[in-house]
């Protein structure tokens, strides 16, 4: 009866074990189908069956017992997730084949008795009680492979729990005294040599036992310890309370702050009492923040509350988590930060001014505002020539003077490069002021010889729910208008700028076919001596438009400079002038023609190399060719071109700064290079109020430029006065009205070559 009720037991918890679906099931059912097969065959041992019969069930039991702890090793090897060692698949290999061969034996001990031998047991009243074995050397080698099995299992576990940190010991201390209580019972049996095997009715409790440390006792052992560990770890600080509102659990951290910190346990006690009144009213969650000070720092700190329900859905506690979630509120506060501000110069970035400025703007919908853009004259210029880091510095001091006192009730931005914007109220609007300070920039740049030119573009807000993108853009237009004029510093946009804007777009359309038909004209305005005799002009541009008839620099030079075309139209001028050149040359004519270079002929071609090919295809003498470089321009660009500058003089080309005078001038340009003539215009004598002043500065530029050894033109000469003073004060050459306005090239021909060089004004 115990026998089957072992039997019945092991298969009922081989079902649980199957219904649970754990990583042990498999190796455990298996360990149990064993484990009732071998008392199965110990229980058939017991019968008085014929000698044969006894000795075939006797030795598959015992075969038996050879594959029941090759099971049990496997349920171990699983258990224990060993899957690291290397010789584990030779162990496998092992035990199983000695199993085979061992079974093989133990069944033909039926017939050969080389294992054991059997003889029945009579009591004394003649009933079969037992078989008596009698045990042979194929027997004991059956034996030593069993406690070999033994020994390896006990080792291994003994190991495993020495090696292994503290919080799994449990789970290989509980499988080896299970173990090593089941073969203490077994030696026992050995060592009292008792006729019937009790040890194998302990395999029942000892598959129990199993079931329960595998399937329930050490994993929930674990869990709880890992759930305490986990706790005890997290970054938070972590506080259980049972429904009663007490604490029955909380981790180190928790425990350390709320010892140390009376002001964060009166927090967490009022949170606490609000969470508890809100079960099952409001929320099973509440979450709080605060801000608390320490040590003269403030502190922003966060309290979450979570309801602990059962699988019925009652509340039996509750958890907090609290933390200090300062750094992080800065660390999405200076995200939040770089998001809307320019990290260069810290003022707002475009997206976000623009969305700034449209909120200003919609709140205030009957104040008048007035919305700038700021631009610096060639900026890329200053990162070309200095590097980087001057561009950058200039940039922020901009940024600076842009936040100061005065500008008050003002939003500032930096929409792109060097482009800045600010919205301001118009009642504080101060363009004088604004332009002082702006002005500033200048003085901050003070390691470095080169003028800074601010320009300030102003539209006045007219709807106020329009797009601040669109404003801005018109306030760049209005800077367009001022650009390139070193005497003017803010523009207002109006309706013109549009017109303006539309008339340039149509200039630029227009002009690559117009210059590809020829439509471009050269015009000659002569230059004379002090005798007044003709000796050499300078090359002007008309363009004979095809609807607006024939149209002046002034009315499609400057788009075509701006948006970088210049460099072509520059180069159809020199090889007109070349051309003319040698046809002169051809026919004797010994006049000098000047053309022009613009900046951004530097950019776009290679001049150096387009005069010299000049020179070698229409074979002209080089000296009769002048270049003309503004003087405005070259403060800014000189250093850049020194080298194609110097080339052109090699090639013998004349080289003349034009227009000395007009802009900010630097006699250091003349210390650094040597030009062959200094062109003057008169215009700054019209400009000056007192004259007597204006004829002292161009007398003392003339004498220097003469000390020098620099020829001098003087252009814009209107009157005869003006000449002689000018001959009086030591100019060379003469250009301007009061001799000859500019000439086609026929008229210019019929004028003075047809009839000679000596041709006088």
């Not at 049972?242 to 350390?256: C, E, L, Q, T, V």
């Not at 090889?575 to 000098?592: H, M, V």
């Not at 070259?634 to 052109?648: E, K, P, R």
């Not at 002043?693 to 220097?704: F, L, N, P, Y």
Request: with cysteine.
């Amino acid at each position: 009866m115990m026998l089957v009720f072992s039997g019945v037991s092991l298969v009922l918890f081989s079902v649980l074990a199957v219904k649970l679906k754990n990583t042990l099931t498999s190796s455990f059912v298996l360990l149990n189908i064993l484990a009732v097969f071998v008392i199965t065959m110990y229980a058939l041992t017991l019968f008085p069956f014929k000698m044969e019969a006894g000795l075939f069930f006797a030795g598959v039991f015992f075969a038996g017992l050879d594959w029941l702890l090759y099971c049990f090793f496997r349920f171990v090897m699983v258990f224990t997730q060993e899957k690291k060692s290397r010789y584990l698949p030779f162990i496998r290999f092992f035990y199983i084949t000695v199993s085979f061969v061992d079974t093989v034996s133990m069944v033909l001990n039926t017939f050969f008795r080389h294992a054991f031998t059997i003889t029945p047991d009579i009591d004394s009243d003649g009933k079969f009680f037992c078989w008596i074995y009698k045990f042979n050397l194929a027997y004991d080698i059956h034996l030593v492979f069993c406690y070999l099995i033994v020994a390896h299992l006990m080792i291994y576990l003994v190991h495993r729990s020495l090696v292994s940190p503290k919080f799994y010991r449990i789970k290989y201390f509980q499988i080896l005294f299970a173990f090593a209580f089941l073969i203490g019972l077994n030696g026992i049996f050995i060592l009292l040599d008792w006729k019937i095997d009790v040890s194998v009715i302990i395999y029942v409790y000892m598959d129990i036992f199993l079931f329960m440390l595998a399937f329930y006792s050490i994993p929930m052992h674990i869990e709880r310890n890992m759930r305490f560990i986990v706790a005890s770890q997290m970054e938070g600080y972590i506080v259980c309370y049972d429904d009663d509102g007490g604490i029955f659990y909380m981790n180190s951290k928790a425990r350390h702050v709320l010892e140390s910190r009376a002001d964060i346990r009166d927090k967490v006690s009022e949170f606490q009492n609000q969470f508890v009144i809100s079960y099952g009213k409001a929320s099973n969650y509440c979450s709080w923040q605060c801000e608390l000070g320490n040590e003269g720092k403030n502190e922003i700190w966060s309290f979450d509350f979570n309801a602990l329900s059962d699988e019925k859905g009652k509340i039996i506690g509750s958890a907090l988590k609290f933390e200090d979630c300062t750094d992080e509120f800065r660390r999405v506060r200076l995200q939040q930060y770089n998001a809307t501000h320019d990290l260069l110069t810290g003022l707002l970035n475009r997206q976000s001014f623009f969305e700034t400025a449209h909120e200003i703007l919609i709140e205030n919908p009957f104040e008048r505002f007035i919305l700038c853009a700021t631009d610096i004259e060639n900026f890329k210029l200053v990162n070309d020539l200095f590097g980087k880091e001057l561009g950058d510095k200039i940039l922020k001091t901009q940024a600076a003077v842009l936040s100061m006192n005065v500008f008050p009730k003002c939003i500032k931005g930096r929409i792109s490069g060097d482009k800045f914007a600010f919205l301001m109220p118009e009642e504080l609007f101060n363009p004088r002021a604004i332009e002082k300070n702006l002005n500033r920039i200048q003085n901050e740049i003070k390691d470095v010889d080169y003028r800074i030119k601010m320009y300030l573009g102003v539209y006045e807000v007219e709807d106020h729910y329009g797009s601040v993108q669109d404003m801005f853009d018109k306030a760049v237009l209005a800077i367009s208008r001022i650009r390139g004029n070193y005497t003017k510093t803010v523009s207002y946009y109006d309706s013109s700028i549009m017109e303006e804007l539309v008339y340039r777009q149509n200039i630029l359309n227009d002009f690559r076919p117009s210059l590809s038909a020829g439509d471009f004209c050269i015009f000659l305005q002569s230059q004379f001596n002090t005798d007044k005799k003709i000796i050499g002009c300078e090359a002007l541009v008309r363009w004979n438009h095809m609807d607006k008839g024939l149209l002046s620099p002034s009315q499609f030079v400057k788009p075509l400079e701006e948006s970088g075309l210049i460099w072509m139209l520059d180069d159809y001028m020199w090889e007109s002038a070349a051309r003319l050149l040698s046809q002169w040359q051809r026919n004797g004519i010994d006049f000098y023609i000047s053309v022009n270079i613009s900046p951004k002929d530097f950019y776009y071609t290679d001049v150096l190399k387009r005069f010299r090919e000049l020179i070698q295809k229409y074979e002209f003498n080089p000296s009769k060719l002048n270049v003309e470089i503004t003087e405005t321009e070259f403060i800014n660009t000189g250093l850049m071109y020194a080298s194609v500058i110097n080339g052109l003089k090699s090639l013998g080309i004349c080289i003349e700064l034009d227009d000395f005078g007009s802009g900010y001038s630097s006699f250091k340009t003349l210390e650094d290079f040597e030009f062959d003539v200094l062109k003057i215009d008169m215009e700054f004598l019209r400009e000056c109020e007192n004259e007597e002043k204006a004829h002292s500065i161009i007398s003392s530029v003339i004498t220097m430029a003469k000390e020098l050894g620099i020829k001098v033109v003087t252009e814009g000469v209107e009157e005869e006065s003006q000449f002689n003073y000018l001959k009086e004060a030591g100019a060379d050459i003469f250009q301007g009205y009061y001799f000859s306005k500019p000439l086609s090239f026929m008229e210019f021909e019929n004028t003075y070559v047809h009839k000679g060089r000596e041709v006088k004004a």
